[in-house]
């Protein structure tokens, strides 16, 4: 009898290791892919947030609020296009203001760049809808430079 028990308490666990994999493993890739997605996003985050910093160091090279704008806008995109990241489309909004205070004050210069990226660059090809990504950089002015608005 005691060999007709063991043979029974053998067969209630058959196939519970097939089951326990199914149940595991897609929950295991959907954690990872999760983490990765996470990664990416925030990833993004950070491109727009240093490509805005690189424009408002670029701008304070200028000697006037102009060129200064423009120049920060072409720092901003290019170093967008360096890093990769597609926007649709990237908005740069560069702050001036500083250049019209004399020398002798304080004053920064603040870039704040905005990118509309598409979900299907980020996460899963051919996943539909947008994630609007922004980053602010901000850079003071040398004091004693002489300045034109």
């Known amino acids: ?17 097939a089951v326990e994999l199914v149940i595991l493993v897609p ?29 408002a160091r670029a ?3 200028e000697r006037g609020g102009a060129q200064a704008r423009q120049r920060a806008e072409r720092v901003a995109q290019s170093n967008l296009d360096t890093f990769g990241l597609r926007c649709d489309p990237a908005a740069v909004s560069v702050d001036t203001t500083g250049f019209h205070r004399p020398s002798g004050s304080t004053a920064d210069i603040t ?9 299907q660059d980020l996460l899963v090809p051919g996943l539909p809808g947008y ?3 922004s980053g602010s950089g901000t850079h003071r002015l040398d004091t004693f430079r002489e300045r034109t608005p």
């Open 111 to 119: 870039v704040d760049v905005t990118c509309r990226v598409a979900l």
């Open 1 to 17: 009898m005691s060999r007709c028990r063991a043979r029974t308490q053998g067969r209630d666990e058959r196939g519970a290791a």
């Open 27 to 55: 929950a295991l890739v959907l954690v990872i892919g999760v983490l990765v997605a996470g990664w990416r996003l925030w990833s993004a985050r950070a491109e727009v947030t240093d490509a805005a910093a690189a424009g």
């Open 131 to 133: 994630w609007e990504v």
């Open 59 to 61: 701008a304070t090279l």
